[in-house]
Each structure stands twice: as structure tokens, then as C-alpha cells.
């Protein structure tokens, strides 16, 4: 039996481009989230490497703590961005791993799950009290080894989860300013900032020479960051379609008070005051920078995420 279909009962499901933004703010929180979830780890693996334990005396904790937190915002809003968020089962039912996103959303699993398992080690060795009953927290106190055993690779791994998305962005077509080798150097210093940043504001305990290298960072991260922001900003007249992309935040267009504002916040106050903070030794200074970093982060991130959005594709 021979079966035909009428034309006259096709569908048609799209006809016309998407106009406008379709990466908002919910993708500006994901990646923001991300970065401080992924920069904690980094940039707690640089003070161990440099700094006794003993001068951090709740990094067992503390660390994963912010990276679990952080790293649960990020995979809330990736699944309120997505429109059928089931279909994200078939990611790990049917992947295909020449996709970014099936890559990335492996990793961050596995990132997530690894920082899970250091986070109630962490909780067992530095609040035995709470878990005490039935000897739970001297079996987990026996797991401090596995802890350390753990950490050098969810360093690997905060690599590639801070990086895919720059790959995802450079794959869009027709974004000119989403060059995948820009992105994914802007995606690792993000990270630097936002846990810098974020450390200065709970790592209370710590020394003050940690707190000094972790200012540190933040200065080395907010400088070439802006940089590289200030290049793209004067010297991308070479790609016409960057060009009329950068007319969004040049003088006069529709983002350009808040590209200064973020690159105010997140970058020039930051790098003064940050000095300031190493010179005097001053740490609420320090935590000023460090709030003012995270604020001008987000700003600097909208806003880049955005404005390629804005130009017509035809």
C-alpha cells in the first residue's frame, strides 16, 4: 500500500528570523554564576599553592561551598532558558559529543558531582559536631586523603566548564564579535575576577597575606581584561559587521552608558582601589573592590552578550 501525505497539511514552524535579543539576562546570570563557581576553585588552588593551610583554616569547606552554590544557580538557569527543559534528559541518553553543549553539560555534570563529594568532606572535617552521630564524621574526617586526591582534578575540570561556553558564543554565525580565541581568554579571566573577588568577600578567616595575593589576582585579572575590552572597543574597525556591532556601546548608542558604567565598576575602580588595598593593607577597601568587581562583571557581560544580538542578519 502506497501512503501519501497532503502538502496542504504541512506545518511550518519558523518563517522569519528570531528578531531581537534571544540570549538575555538569564544567560548573563548562567555565565556570571559560572564564572564565580569556577574561579573559586582556580584561584583557591593558587593560595594552597602558595600559602600554608593553616592560613586557611576553613578552605576545606569554604571553597566548595561557594562552587556548589554558585554552580547550582548556573544549572537553574540554564534549565529555565531552555524552552522544553526535558529534552535536556536526552543530552545524557542520546549525546553526541561532537557538540560543545553535550561536552559541556558532561563536565559540568561530573564538576558538580566531584565538588558535591568535597563539600560534605569538607562539612565533616570542619563541623564534626553536627555529625558526630553513629560515627559519621570520623569516617568522613578519614576522608580528607580523597579530598586531596579530588582537587587537582576539579582544577582540570574548571577549565573546560569556565571555556565552553566561549565556544558555543564563537559557533553562532553572523557574531563577528564573539571571536573564539577573545572569548575564551575574557571566559578565564572572568573567572579569575569572580572568585577573586568573591573570596575576598568570605574568606574572613583567612591571612592577611592570602587576602593580599587574592587582591592580587584581581588586579592582574581586572587589567587584562579591560585590555582586551579597550582593544576591541578602538581597534575592531577592521570587520565591518564588528563595526556596526560596537555602534551599540560607542558614544550615543544604546548601551553605552552601561558598557562604561561595567567598565567603571568592574574594572578601573576595581584596579585602583584594589592597589590601594595592597599599599595600605586595608580590607574593607578590598571588599569594596571585590563588590564593585562582581556588579561590573554582570554589566560588562550583559552587555557583551546582547549588543551582537542587535544587528539585523540580513
Given at each position: 500500500?502506497?501512503?501519501?501525505?497532503?502538502?496542504?497539511?504541512?506545518?511550518?514552524?519558523?518563517?522569519?528570523?528570531?528578531?531581537?535579543?534571544?540570549?538575555?539576562g538569564?544567560i548573563?546570570?548562567?555565565m556570571?554564576?559560572?564564572?564565580?563557581?569556577?574561579?573559586?576553585?582556580?584561584?583557591?588552588?593558587?593560595l594552597?599553592?602558595?600559602?600554608?593551610?593553616?592560613?586557611?583554616?576553613?578552605?576545606?569547606?569554604?571553597?566548595?561551598?561557594?562552587?556548589?552554590?554558585?554552580?547550582?544557580?548556573?544549572?537553574?538557569?540554564?534549565?529555565?532558558?531552555?524552552?522544553?527543559?526535558?529534552?535536556?534528559?536526552?543530552?545524557?541518553?542520546?549525546?553526541?559529543?561532537?557538540?560543545?553543549?553535550?561536552?559541556g553539560?558532561?563536565?559540568?555534570?561530573?564538576?558538580?558531582?566531584?565538588?558535591?563529594?568535597?563539600?560534605?568532606?569538607?562539612?565533616?572535617s570542619?563541623?564534626?559536631?553536627?555529625?558526630?552521630?553513629?560515627?559519621?564524621?570520623?569516617?568522613?574526617?578519614?576522608?580528607?586523603?580523597?579530598?586531596?586526591?579530588?582537587?587537582?582534578i576539579?582544577?582540570?575540570?574548571?577549565?573546560?566548564?569556565?571555556?565552553?561556553?566561549?565556544?558555543?558564543?564563537?559557533?553562532?554565525?553572523?557574531?563577528?564579535?564573539?571571536?573564539?580565541?577573545?572569548?575564551?581568554?575574557?571566559?578565564?579571566?572572568?573567572?579569575?575576577?569572580?572568585?577573586?573577588?568573591?573570596?575576598?568577600?568570605?574568606g574572613?578567616?583567612?591571612?592577611?597575606?592570602?587576602?593580599?595575593?587574592?587582591?592580587?589576582?584581581?588586579?592582574?585579572a581586572?587589567?587584562?581584561?579591560?585590555?582586551?575590552?579597550?582593544?576591541?572597543?578602538?581597534?575592531?574597525?577592521?570587520?565591518?559587521?564588528?563595526?556596526?556591532?560596537?555602534?551599540?556601546?560607542?558614544?550615543?548608542?544604546?548601551?553605552?552608558?552601561?558598557?562604561?558604567?561595567?567598565?567603571?565598576?568592574?574594572?578601573?575602580?576595581?584596579?585602583?582601589?584594589?592597589?590601594?588595598?595592597?599599599?595600605?593593607?586595608?580590607?574593607?577597601?578590598?571588599?569594596?573592590?571585590?563588590?564593585?568587581?562582581?556588579?561590573?562583571?554582570?554589566?560588562?557581560?550583559?552587555?557583551?552578550?546582547?549588543?551582537?544580538?542587535?544587528?539585523?542578519?540580513?
Amino acid at each position: 500500500m502506497q501512503e501519501t501525505i497532503n502538502v496542504t497539511q504541512s506545518l511550518v514552524t519558523l518563517d522569519v528570523a528570531l528578531p531581537g535579543i534571544i540570549w538575555g539576562g538569564i544567560i548573563t546570570i548562567n555565565m556570571w554564576a559560572k564564572s564565580i563557581g569556577t574561579g573559586v576553585i582556580m584561584v583557591g588552588a593558587y593560595l594552597l599553592f602558595r600559602h600554608k593551610k593553616e592560613q586557611m583554616p576553613n578552605y576545606r569547606w569554604l571553597i566548595p561551598l561557594i562552587a556548589f552554590i554558585a554552580f547550582n544557580v548556573f544549572l537553574l538557569f540554564t534549565l529555565i532558558d531552555l524552552h522544553q527543559p526535558y529534552r535536556m534528559i536526552n543530552i545524557f541518553l542520546h549525546p553526541h559529543f561532537t557538540s560543545a553543549i553535550t561536552v559541556g553539560a558532561w563536565i559540568a555534570s561530573l564538576f558538580t558531582l566531584l565538588v558535591s563529594v568535597m563539600l560534605i568532606i569538607g562539612l565533616a572535617s570542619g563541623f564534626p559536631d553536627v555529625l558526630r552521630h553513629n560515627g559519621v564524621a570520623k569516617k568522613l574526617r578519614g576522608s580528607e586523603s580523597l579530598y586531596d586526591k579530588l582537587s587537582p582534578i576539579v582544577l582540570f575540570l574548571a577549565f573546560p566548564v569556565t571555556l565552553y561556553t566561549a565556544i558555543i558564543m564563537a559557533e553562532s554565525s553572523a557574531r563577528e564579535l564573539w571571536q573564539a580565541p577573545t572569548e575564551l581568554t575574557q571566559m578565564f579571566l572572568a573567572a579569575l575576577i569572580a572568585g577573586a573577588a568573591t573570596l575576598l568577600l568570605f574568606g574572613g578567616k583567612w591571612s592577611d597575606a592570602v587576602k593580599k595575593d587574592i587582591t592580587l589576582v584581581l588586579i592582574f585579572a581586572v587589567t587584562f581584561s579591560f585590555l582586551i575590552y579597550m582593544g576591541e572597543y578602538f581597534f575592531s574597525f577592521k570587520s565591518s559587521e564588528a563595526e556596526a556591532t560596537l555602534a551599540y556601546i560607542h558614544l550615543g548608542g544604546t548601551y553605552s552608558i552601561q558598557f562604561w558604567v561595567a567598565m567603571i565598576l568592574g574594572y578601573i575602580l576595581p584596579f585602583f582601589l584594589g592597589i590601594l588595598s595592597v599599599k595600605e593593607n586595608t580590607k574593607s577597601v578590598a571588599k569594596v573592590a571585590a563588590i564593585s568587581a562582581l556588579i561590573g562583571l554582570y554589566l560588562a557581560k550583559d552587555v557583551w552578550l546582547k549588543i551582537p544580538q542587535l544587528l539585523p542578519l540580513s
